[in-house]
Protein backbone atom coordinates (compact mmCIF):
# COMPACT_ATOMS: atom_id res chain seq x y z
CA UNK A 1 0.00 0.00 0.00
CA UNK A 2 1.31 3.70 -0.57
CA UNK A 3 0.29 6.87 0.70
CA UNK A 4 -1.57 7.39 3.92
CA UNK A 5 -4.49 4.81 4.62
CA UNK A 6 -7.30 5.01 7.11
CA UNK A 7 -9.84 2.62 8.79
CA UNK A 8 -12.36 2.26 9.54
CA UNK A 9 -14.11 4.72 6.41
CA UNK A 10 -17.37 4.86 8.13
CA UNK A 11 -18.26 4.57 11.64
CA UNK A 12 -21.59 5.00 13.30
CA UNK A 13 -21.38 5.07 17.07
CA UNK A 14 -23.53 5.45 20.49
CA UNK A 15 -22.49 8.13 22.66
CA UNK A 16 -21.18 5.27 25.29
CA UNK A 17 -19.44 3.48 22.76
CA UNK A 18 -15.40 3.35 22.72
CA UNK A 19 -13.94 2.71 19.71
CA UNK A 20 -10.65 3.62 17.29
CA UNK A 21 -9.80 5.44 14.19
CA UNK A 22 -6.66 3.85 12.47
CA UNK A 23 -4.12 5.85 10.33
CA UNK A 24 -1.48 4.17 8.73
CA UNK A 25 1.33 6.28 6.65
CA UNK A 26 3.64 4.54 4.13
CA UNK A 27 5.46 7.62 2.84
CA UNK A 28 8.94 7.46 5.42
CA UNK A 29 7.38 10.58 7.09
CA UNK A 30 8.16 11.75 10.60
CA UNK A 31 4.83 13.68 11.65
CA UNK A 32 1.77 12.34 11.62
CA UNK A 33 -1.62 14.71 12.55
CA UNK A 34 -5.26 14.05 13.67
CA UNK A 35 -7.52 17.10 11.54
CA UNK A 36 -11.64 17.27 11.92
CA UNK A 37 -13.64 18.41 8.96
CA UNK A 38 -17.16 19.21 9.93
CA UNK A 39 -19.86 21.24 7.34
CA UNK A 40 -19.08 24.68 6.24
CA UNK A 41 -16.14 24.78 9.07
CA UNK A 42 -12.16 25.36 8.61
CA UNK A 43 -10.39 22.35 9.09
CA UNK A 44 -9.35 21.86 12.33
CA UNK A 45 -5.88 20.42 13.54
CA UNK A 46 -6.19 18.29 16.82
CA UNK A 47 -3.32 16.97 17.04
CA UNK A 48 -0.18 16.85 15.90
CA UNK A 49 2.82 14.26 16.34
CA UNK A 50 6.72 14.73 15.26
CA UNK A 51 8.82 11.34 15.64
CA UNK A 52 5.67 10.13 17.87
CA UNK A 53 6.13 12.42 20.44
CA UNK A 54 3.05 14.60 20.67
CA UNK A 55 4.15 18.46 20.43
CA UNK A 56 0.83 20.02 19.99
CA UNK A 57 -2.74 19.78 21.28
CA UNK A 58 -5.04 22.17 20.20
CA UNK A 59 -6.86 21.82 23.71
CA UNK A 60 -9.33 19.02 22.43
CA UNK A 61 -12.16 17.23 24.67
CA UNK A 62 -10.55 14.68 26.85
CA UNK A 63 -13.08 12.26 25.13
CA UNK A 64 -10.58 12.19 22.09
CA UNK A 65 -7.36 10.11 23.19
CA UNK A 66 -4.42 10.09 20.22
CA UNK A 67 -1.77 7.20 20.48
CA UNK A 68 1.44 7.52 18.26
CA UNK A 69 3.07 4.23 18.66
CA UNK A 70 5.56 4.80 16.13
CA UNK A 71 6.27 7.27 13.00
CA UNK A 72 3.96 4.97 11.16
CA UNK A 73 0.73 4.21 12.87
CA UNK A 74 -1.83 6.93 14.29
CA UNK A 75 -4.50 6.48 16.81
CA UNK A 76 -7.50 8.32 17.84
CA UNK A 77 -9.65 6.46 20.57
CA UNK A 78 -13.01 7.65 20.86
CA UNK A 79 -15.25 7.61 24.09
CA UNK A 80 -18.24 9.10 25.12
CA UNK A 81 -18.85 11.22 22.29
CA UNK A 82 -21.38 13.56 21.81
CA UNK A 83 -23.53 14.32 18.38
CA UNK A 84 -21.78 17.27 17.73
CA UNK A 85 -18.42 15.41 17.35
CA UNK A 86 -19.86 13.47 14.27
CA UNK A 87 -17.35 14.63 11.49
CA UNK A 88 -15.15 13.64 9.14
CA UNK A 89 -11.34 12.48 10.50
CA UNK A 90 -8.79 13.14 8.59
CA UNK A 91 -5.16 11.95 9.13
CA UNK A 92 -2.16 13.35 6.96
CA UNK A 93 1.63 13.00 7.33
CA UNK A 94 4.42 14.89 6.73
CA UNK A 95 8.00 15.12 7.01
CA UNK A 96 9.30 18.29 8.66
CA UNK A 97 12.67 19.87 9.80
CA UNK A 98 14.28 20.35 12.97
CA UNK A 99 12.88 24.37 12.59
CA UNK A 100 9.64 24.42 11.24
CA UNK A 101 9.44 26.42 8.28
CA UNK A 102 5.97 26.02 7.30
CA UNK A 103 6.57 24.66 4.22
CA UNK A 104 5.65 20.96 4.97
CA UNK A 105 3.71 19.33 2.58
CA UNK A 106 0.73 17.22 4.23
CA UNK A 107 -0.85 14.16 2.55
CA UNK A 108 -3.62 13.27 3.94
CA UNK A 109 -5.83 9.60 4.30
CA UNK A 110 -9.36 9.45 2.69
CA UNK A 111 -10.59 9.96 6.12
CA UNK A 112 -13.16 8.36 8.92
CA UNK A 113 -16.69 9.77 8.75
CA UNK A 114 -18.36 9.33 12.61
CA UNK A 115 -21.52 9.63 13.05
CA UNK A 116 -22.59 9.45 16.73
CA UNK A 117 -26.52 8.54 17.56
CA UNK B 1 -3.27 36.31 13.19
CA UNK B 2 -3.05 34.45 9.86
CA UNK B 3 -6.49 34.22 8.27
CA UNK B 4 -7.26 32.55 4.68
CA UNK B 5 -10.59 33.70 3.02
CA UNK B 6 -12.30 31.88 0.60
CA UNK B 7 -15.31 34.14 -0.48
CA UNK B 8 -16.31 31.81 -3.08
CA UNK B 9 -18.54 29.13 -1.21
CA UNK B 10 -19.89 27.33 -4.67
CA UNK B 11 -18.97 27.77 -8.09
CA UNK B 12 -20.82 26.01 -11.25
CA UNK B 13 -19.54 26.18 -14.51
CA UNK B 14 -20.00 24.35 -17.92
CA UNK B 15 -17.34 21.61 -19.34
CA UNK B 16 -14.79 23.87 -21.22
CA UNK B 17 -15.46 27.23 -19.27
CA UNK B 18 -12.73 28.66 -17.42
CA UNK B 19 -12.79 29.49 -13.96
CA UNK B 20 -11.32 30.91 -11.45
CA UNK B 21 -11.44 29.98 -7.33
CA UNK B 22 -10.21 32.81 -5.07
CA UNK B 23 -7.99 32.89 -1.89
CA UNK B 24 -7.19 36.13 0.23
CA UNK B 25 -4.52 35.76 3.09
CA UNK B 26 -3.37 37.52 5.83
CA UNK B 27 -0.04 37.00 8.02
CA UNK B 28 2.39 38.81 9.58
CA UNK B 29 5.39 37.10 8.54
CA UNK B 30 7.35 38.48 6.17
CA UNK B 31 8.29 35.14 4.18
CA UNK B 32 5.85 32.59 3.99
CA UNK B 33 4.53 29.62 2.11
CA UNK B 34 0.73 29.31 0.59
CA UNK B 35 -0.78 26.38 -0.62
CA UNK B 36 -3.74 24.65 -2.62
CA UNK B 37 -5.37 21.50 -1.64
CA UNK B 38 -7.89 19.53 -3.83
CA UNK B 39 -10.87 17.38 -2.09
CA UNK B 40 -12.50 14.85 -4.49
CA UNK B 41 -15.79 13.10 -3.35
CA UNK B 42 -13.29 10.22 -2.11
CA UNK B 43 -12.14 12.42 0.64
CA UNK B 44 -8.79 12.63 1.17
CA UNK B 45 -6.96 16.52 0.44
CA UNK B 46 -4.68 16.14 -2.45
CA UNK B 47 -2.00 18.21 -2.80
CA UNK B 48 -1.59 20.69 -5.45
CA UNK B 49 0.69 24.05 -5.49
CA UNK B 50 3.42 25.71 -2.78
CA UNK B 51 3.88 28.87 -3.48
CA UNK B 52 6.88 30.94 -1.44
CA UNK B 53 6.31 34.85 -0.96
CA UNK B 54 9.77 35.69 -2.02
CA UNK B 55 8.07 34.29 -5.79
CA UNK B 56 5.55 36.33 -7.37
CA UNK B 57 5.76 34.70 -10.59
CA UNK B 58 2.89 32.92 -11.73
CA UNK B 59 2.76 29.07 -12.35
CA UNK B 60 1.30 26.69 -14.56
CA UNK B 61 0.49 23.14 -14.64
CA UNK B 62 -1.38 21.86 -17.58
CA UNK B 63 -4.85 23.33 -17.54
CA UNK B 64 -4.23 24.57 -13.58
CA UNK B 65 -2.40 28.30 -13.55
CA UNK B 66 -1.95 30.28 -10.08
CA UNK B 67 -1.51 33.72 -9.05
CA UNK B 68 0.21 35.12 -6.51
CA UNK B 69 0.02 38.95 -6.28
CA UNK B 70 1.99 40.09 -2.74
CA UNK B 71 0.50 43.57 -2.80
CA UNK B 72 -2.97 42.54 -2.99
CA UNK B 73 -2.19 38.97 -0.37
CA UNK B 74 -4.45 36.76 -2.63
CA UNK B 75 -3.34 33.67 -4.63
CA UNK B 76 -5.96 32.96 -7.14
CA UNK B 77 -6.30 29.84 -8.75
CA UNK B 78 -7.58 29.23 -12.40
CA UNK B 79 -9.17 26.24 -14.50
CA UNK B 80 -8.87 26.51 -17.86
CA UNK B 81 -10.94 24.19 -20.02
CA UNK B 82 -12.72 22.62 -16.96
CA UNK B 83 -13.83 18.94 -16.97
CA UNK B 84 -16.13 17.20 -14.43
CA UNK B 85 -12.67 15.35 -12.65
CA UNK B 86 -12.13 18.44 -11.44
CA UNK B 87 -15.53 18.94 -9.58
CA UNK B 88 -13.98 19.13 -6.18
CA UNK B 89 -13.70 21.30 -2.58
CA UNK B 90 -10.60 23.36 -3.12
CA UNK B 91 -8.89 24.59 0.06
CA UNK B 92 -6.64 27.19 0.76
CA UNK B 93 -3.60 26.96 3.14
CA UNK B 94 -1.21 29.26 5.21
CA UNK B 95 1.57 28.15 7.89
CA UNK B 96 -0.18 29.89 10.66
CA UNK B 97 -1.19 29.61 14.36
CA UNK B 98 2.11 27.77 15.79
CA UNK B 99 4.53 25.25 15.02
CA UNK B 100 3.20 22.18 12.45
CA UNK B 101 -0.29 24.46 12.29
CA UNK B 102 -1.83 25.36 8.93
CA UNK B 103 -4.71 27.85 8.62
CA UNK B 104 -7.60 26.66 6.13
CA UNK B 105 -9.72 28.46 4.06
CA UNK B 106 -13.26 26.93 4.02
CA UNK B 107 -13.27 25.49 0.72
CA UNK B 108 -14.89 26.67 -2.78
CA UNK B 109 -17.05 23.62 -4.17
CA UNK B 110 -16.32 23.56 -7.78
CA UNK B 111 -19.06 21.31 -9.54
CA UNK B 112 -18.62 21.17 -13.37
CA UNK B 113 -21.58 20.42 -15.43
CA UNK B 114 -21.28 17.75 -18.23
Known amino acids: ETGVTQTPRHLVMGMTNKKSLKCEQHLGHNAMYWYKQSAKKPLELMFVYSLEERVENNSVPSRFSPECPNSSHLFLHLHTLQPEDSALYLC????????????????FGAGSRLTVL | AQKVTQAQTEISVVEKEDVTLDCVYE???????LFWYKQPPSGELVFLIRRNSFDEQNEISGRYSWNFQKSTSSFNFTITASQVVDSAVYFCAIPGGGTYKYIFGTGTRLKVLA
Open chain 1, 92 to 107: ASSQVDRIWSGANVLT
Open chain 2, 27 to 33: TRDTTYY
